[in-house]
């Protein structure tokens, strides 16, 4: 799969895997479906442990501006 240069770029932000597979997961949900995903959503298409797993995550990324 070739990825575009916003995903390479995400790459060498310093995101951990788990953040990095929830900012690709909601790229394509929304693309496909012009809605955001819920928590729920996120937790079973990335499959999280936890919502709050999901909670602590978006919240990071939402820190580091994305």
């Not at 240069?5 to 995101?15: K, N």
């Not at 951990?16 to 079973?44: C, T």
């Given at each position: 799969?070739?990825?575009?240069?916003?995903?390479?770029?995400?790459?060498?932000?310093?995101?951990s895997?788990?953040?990095?597979?929830?900012?690709?997961?909601?790229?394509?949900?929304?693309?496909?479906?012009?809605?955001?995903?819920?928590?729920?959503?996120?937790?079973?298409?990335?499959?999280?442990?936890?919502?709050?797993?999901?909670?602590?995550?978006?919240?990071?990324?939402?820190?580091?501006?994305?």
């Amino acid at each position: 799969m070739h990825e575009g240069p916003e995903a390479a770029r995400d790459r060498s932000s310093g995101l951990s895997d788990k953040q990095q597979r929830i900012l690709d997961f909601l790229r394509a949900f929304l693309l496909e479906k012009d809605y955001p995903p819920s928590i729920r959503d996120i937790q079973q298409g990335c499959e999280i442990s936890s919502t709050s797993v999901v909670d602590y995550n978006l919240k990071r990324l939402e820190e580091r501006g994305y």
